[in-house]
Nanobody, 124 residues
Framework: QVQLVESGGGSVQAGGSLRLSCAAS????????MGWFRQAPGKERDVVAA????????YYADSVKGRFTISRDNAKNTMYLQMNSLQPEDTAVYYC?????????????????WGQGTQVTVSS
């Protein structure tokens, strides 16, 4: 059974940084595309960033381009999201997700397994 465990969330002031990690187990992580999504209260779950199995191709939502960086270490079965210049509008529960395909996707329905989420709160 595939498990994803996020860590690194927390509270930070505007302009600050956080680094999220997503540790995978139970599956050959290196062949799957992965993504980070977020969901704020009362809103839909939206893609933040996604990464191809090899790490050679990435996608970023317009709202985070230039501020967030997605990466992965297949040897460690871990994916990361470095978040800089955080703003209050980045406040949400952040989820990591994986899909049983090497090609990245940008919609939630394209993903097959999910982590439990980690809260990120940015105060002004």
């Amino acid at each position: 059974q595939v498990q994803l465990v996020e860590s690194g969330g927390g509270s930070v002031q505007a302009g600050g940084s956080l680094r999220l990690s997503c540790a995978a187990s139970g599956r050959t992580f290196s062949t799957d595309a992965m993504g980070w999504f977020r969901q704020a209260p009362g809103k839909e779950r939206d893609v933040v960033a996604a990464i191809k199995w090899s790490g050679s191709n990435t996608y970023y939502a317009d709202s985070v381009k230039g501020r967030f960086t997605i990466s992965r270490d297949n040897a460690k079965n871990t994916m990361y999201l470095q978040m800089n210049s955080l703003q209050p509008e980045d406040t949400a529960v952040y989820y990591c997700a994986g899909r049983k395909s090497p090609i990245l996707a940008v919609i939630p329905y394209g993903y097959d397994y999910w982590g439990q989420g980690t809260q990120v709160t940015v105060s002004s």
